[in-house]
């Protein structure tokens, strides 16, 4: 049961997630309106998305392992 209620985790809107504005500005410029859309990227690709920074991808890194997701953010 926990697994289903952490998963809600990427299916909720990213303005509804405890990240940083800069975060969401890239996800708006982007068209992500959830962490579930984003971690269909390869880190590879989302590095060439407008806004997607190393700062960012960081951001991303912690919230996931935080959260208990880090294995579904795709390296390659």
């Not at 909720?12 to 969401?24: A, D, G, V, Y």
């Not at 997607?52 to 991808?57: A, E, N, P, R």
Request: glycine share 2%; net charge negative.
């Amino acid at each position: 049961m926990e697994n289903n209620l952490k998963a809600h985790v990427l299916m909720e809107q990213i303005n509804n997630l405890s990240l940083s504005s800069s975060f969401k500005e890239m996800a708006e410029v982007n068209g992500f309106e959830s962490l579930e859309e984003v971690l269909s990227f390869t880190l590879s690709s989302l590095l060439n998305k407008p806004r997607f920074t190393v700062h960012i991808y960081h951001e991303l890194y912690i919230f996931l392992e935080k959260e208990g997701y880090i294995r579904m953010l795709k390296t390659e």
